[in-house]
């Protein structure tokens, strides 16, 4: 699945032992796809020497607010890079 | 048990403190590390990933108790090891070899 700029996905909230890039706190989140960074080595797969495809690296972006129900600037947004994998169209 | 919906060093949204504004320096066993952390990587040991997964593997205690280097230098290690460069026998042997040189040996170059 590929998402183009600013199809709203949402962030898988799965929790997989191991070394993962996807933070806590925006798992199970919703945001924008904001850019498309490109294909990229798994970094989940490197950190373990084992043979790693390239997955496509998108730049998601989140409102502050929806993240941090207390947020100084809830109208803030932060953007977090996000592999495919770990991405969800959002049905919402 | 460790949390895996929010492992110790996922610490985003985790209070701070004030952030030190000291400069550092660095002793020379420090900057070998640095030196081997590239080399290794350059010889295809292991990956920075592969690092970055050491140190999570740590936990919290190690962040705690630990350097900067002396975490970098265990998980450095631990790469090396799993790459099979060398092994923990070969490394034994020459800690001890190096321990018989006497506490002050090396002292210059710190």
Known sequence: ?92 | MENPEHRWHDMGGDAAGPVPMDSHDFAIWEKRVDALVILGQQRGHFTVDGLRRALEDMGEQAFESMTYYERWVAALNQNLVEAGVYSLEELGAKMEQIKARGDTYGAVQS
Not at chain 1, 47 to 55: Q, S
């Open chain 1, 1 to 92: 699945m590929t998402y183009t700029v600013g199809t709203s996905v949402r962030i898988k909230a799965m929790s997989p032992l191991g070394h993962i890039r996807t933070p806590h706190y925006l798992r199970g989140k919703t945001g924008i796809v904001e850019r498309v960074l490109g294909p990229f080595k798994n970094p989940e797969q490197l950190a373990y020497m084992v043979p790693a495809p390239t997955r496509t690296l998108y730049r998601v972006r989140f409102e502050m607010g929806h993240i941090w129900p207390d947020a100084e600037a809830p109208q803030d947004t932060l953007d977090a890079e996000i592999y495919e994998h770990w991405i969800d169209q959002d049905a919402t």
